[in-house]
């Protein structure tokens, strides 16, 4: 059975930085697309960044050169790096998975899991 489950969310100031992590249980993820997002109240979920079987990354335009998506390997664990963090990044954010390796398809259609997801607040 696949789980996401997610950590590292939490309050910090404008400026600050966050590391988010997503331990998958159930299965080996580094052989499927896996991404982040985050939605705030009344807003769709938007695509924060994805990372595909091949390591290669790709980025909201509001997360380019601040955000940073990773994996491990050996821990099964997919990371959001968080830098220079503005009160426009505060949401829930949520783990995802696809069945796939690639990360097309689960843009176009949507991933198959998803994690809870963990609330970050920015202070100002």
Do not use: H
Not at 68 to 91: F, H, R
């Amino acid at each position: 059975q696949v789980q996401l489950v997610e950590s590292g969310g939490g309050s910090v100031p404008a400026g600050g930085s966050l590391r988010l992590s997503c331990i998958a249980n159930g299965y080996k993820a580094s052989g499927y697309c896996m991404g982040w997002y985050r939605q705030t109240p009344g807003a769709d979920r938007e695509e924060v960044a994805t990372l595909d079987k091949d390591g290669v990354a790709t980025y909201a335009d509001s997360a380019k050169g601040r955000f940073t998506i990773s994996g491990d390997n050996v821990k099964n664990t997919l990371y959001l790096q968080m830098d220079s963090l503005k009160p426009e990044d505060a949401a829930v954010y949520y783990c995802a998975s696809d069945s796939r390796s690639y990360c097309d398809y689960a843009r176009k259609y949507g991933m198959d899991y998803w994690g809870n997801g963990t609330l970050v607040t920015i202070t100002s």
